[in-house]
């Protein structure tokens, strides 16, 4: 008898210290996050609808991105609306955290593409509730990551993480962390809360929408919440493509024209 | 037992519904954005019409009222397997002033811009009347000389001005660490005086011209349409881009006086610009520089080397407060230096519907030209632009001359 109880307590034992090994880390969980996306280039089609008060504003676009060995370039041209037609972002995004990425953009009456700072991460992209940050693609180790929990949303087994901005980062970014439920069996965020340097939750993302496209998860539809705001963007995309083998001079500034 | 068996039935598939029903009005979603009309990936048409009013202050009156419509035309075509991309593009301005009547004509029209590109692999060619900027400057540039000022409305704003577009041949062929680009103005740029009594004649010119309309001088101003061109090499890369480029062309202004027996002539002269211009990004602002050196061009009436240099930095504070500072200063033996500072500082309010700020330029002479203005957008296609513009400056000097021009402006633009 007392044998028994000593080969099952340390059995329990030893399946627990086995059950902690296997448990991820906030970063393993963010590189899972990061490797979704295996592709070495893709093309989607986006539409925005920002309701704000009785207002509701339509933006849309198309987006182009590569990766460069660990850094990525890519390429926001804006269709609607008028005012903005045919304005192109092209931004070079490095892995590697004391660099800084690089930007331009190309203005369609002038033919003039301008450097920019990336000072205005801030502020909002196009009027909606999704910030310049909240577009581009985000380094893993921009963000300090810790897994908080295992957890269900809606029916879907999930980790939730917790991100906070490294130093060399945190004054380009609204928010002071981040708190993300990612779904174990896609490891796509389902949900992220945004909060502020008080703690107090600045907006709230939920992906939808998920299907599989060339093999890629992927979330085509996004909500983005503003709540003190009383204000949201849906966000759909459309005509998603992965691995066209795009042209590296699709990412440089001769090609940016109207 | 059979009935209470389908009512079970029954019950089970409506609740079963229901839930459906509950489930999907519920889904957050539950949306399709896409059903919204498509865009044309071949033909796209645009276009404005806009109401601008500009009341002058210092004489009270309203001295335009234009209402201007623009359309625009965009064709796209790719061929040979997505390596080569013909587009064209045309936008044609049709205007109404009453207020210009004296000096103008009240109904115009004209072609604005009209270009063909064929976009390849290595080399891109333009063909056709269009605007181009050069440079790294924000207010004033030392190497945006493709266009030429638009001298019958030409405040683009208080530290820019307006340009006209140029009838052009432009090739870009790509290297591997740059760009090399030739443009070939055949008829030279577009130059546009302003007429005689408008509000931005300047007060020398208006002064000759007034002696020849009384009978005292016989005037001729040349409108030099000479073929210009130029070629520069750009290389944008991680945290630097610069330029090294040349200009051979002529003055947007007339600016040599000369006479041959009774005969008086004013002229633009022959200029030809060397210049550098770099950009360099730091974190969250940008240093711009800009140099440029024309060697015997005319200054201030006399013959003399030039030298304009430009230094400017911007920065986005917080989430939308934009600051741009730029100094630039210009050197000739033949006249006293030129020198001054550009600015803006704007910021976005009213959950980024409306642009606020304040922008202009502070020279020598006691020259400024300061402008505050407001942009408002109600939804997607409708703006409201209004703006106060003072200038301000010694007698003779560029901005001294509209020092009677200060005006309210109030523009309503609808977009398509």
Known sequence: ?258 | MSNRRLNVSVAAIFSWVLACCSHAANDPFDFDLTAAAAVDPTWQWAGYFESRNQYFTETQGWESTRAQARFELKWVQTVMSGEVQWRGFASVDVEHDARTRDYRDVVRSEVREAFLVRDGVAMDVTVGKQRIAWGTADGVSTIDRVNAVDFRDPIGNARTSSRRPSWLVRVERKLPLGTLEAVWLPRGRDVKLPEFGSPWEPTDLHSLRQQRADGLIRLDIEDIKAHEGGVRYLVYGEGFDWSLGYFNGYTDAPVQFSQRLDQLRLSPVRIRTYNAAGAVGLSSSTLRGEIAFAPDTWVAGRQSDLLQMVVGWDRTFFANLYANLQLFWDEARSSEESYGVTFALTNKVWDDAADIGIRGQVANAQQHAVEVFMDYSFGDNLKLSTKYLVFDGSTGSPLGDFDANDFLELTLRWEF
Do not use: C
């Not at chain 1, 295996?38 to 676009?61: C, H």
């Not at chain 1, 369609?108 to 910030?131: H, W």
């Open chain 1, 1 to 258: 008898m007392f044998k028994t109880k000593y080969v099952m307590a340390t059995v329990s034992l030893i399946a627990a210290l086995h059950s902690h090994a296997q448990m991820p880390t906030g970063r393993d969980i963010a590189q899972r996050m990061d490797d979704v996306n295996s592709a070495q280039d893709g093309t989607r089609d986006a539409t925005m609808l920002i309701e704000r008060g009785g207002q509701k504003l339509q933006r849309k676009l198309n987006m182009m991105n590569k990766k460069f060995g660990d850094d990525e370039r890519s390429i926001i041209r804006f269709i609607e609306p008028a005012d903005v037609r045919d304005t192109q972002f092209l931004s070079w995004t490095y892995e590697a955290t004391e660099k800084d990425d690089d930007m331009w953009v190309f203005f369609p009456s002038e033919n003039l593409i301008r450097r920019i700072s990336g000072g205005g991460k801030k502020g909002s992209f196009m009027r909606s509730d999704f910030a310049n940050e909240d577009i581009e693609q985000r380094a893993v180790d921009d963000d300090v990551h810790m897994l908080l929990e295992e957890s269900e949303w809606g029916n879907v087994a999930v980790f939730v993480i917790e991100s906070v901005p490294i130093p060399a980062k945190a004054k380009d970014s609204n928010y002071a962390k981040r708190k993300t439920w990612v779904d174990k069996e896609t490891w796509l965020a389902l949900k992220v809360e945004y909060y502020d340097r008080r703690g107090r939750l600045l907006k709230q993302m939920t992906q939808g929408g998920i299907e599989q496209i060339d093999g890629i998860w992927t979330a085509t539809k996004i909500i983005m919440e503003t709540p003190r705001k009383k204000s949201r963007t849906l966000m759909q995309y459309a005509n998603v493509r992965y691995n066209l083998g795009l042209q590296d001079s699709v990412f440089e500034q001769s090609s940016l024209k109207r």
